[in-house]
């Protein structure tokens, strides 16, 4: 590789529209702020053969609605995790960015950059207008397939909300 190329994050190409339940999750390697502070790389294969997982795809770190969306899983963390699903949100801000938004915030689970958006793209759910992600969800089942999608997560819907529950079997 010369100076100035990166590894993608993903072999997976990109998507035109969000994957959809039954897929094969795209696999991928990122780093990410765990909730003390610290940066980890987040190998998904790895993570999966732990058990289920629940993707929180977010816009930006701080803005009022993102941290809204991940505050309701935050709440929600201990019964996911008693329930085997791991949560990870993941957005495209730096390091640096989640870095202070968990300092400020504290949220059990890491926060994963996918910096280039090469994961973001490979699901399917990169907004070009916004030139980010979307606020999604996504679970993927510890077998690496899609088992649940909401391409454009409302915080304030309850009744997406309950749905992930329901995809997890946890509603």
Known sequence: MSTGEREPATASPPREAPIEVGARAPDFRLPAITTEGGQVEVAFAEVLAEGDV????YQDDGMPICTSELK???QEHETLR???VQVFGMNTNGL????RFQERDRFPFPLISDFYGDVVRAYGLWDEDARKSRRALVVVGSDGTIRYVEPHFN???LA???AVFAALGLA
């Open 54 to 57: 629940l993707l929180v795809l």
């Open 96 to 99: 640096g960015s989640h870095a």
């Open 160 to 162: 997406a909300f309950e």
């Open 72 to 74: 309701a899983f935050a």
């Open 82 to 84: 008693r329930a085997g």
């Open 155 to 157: 915080p304030g819907n």
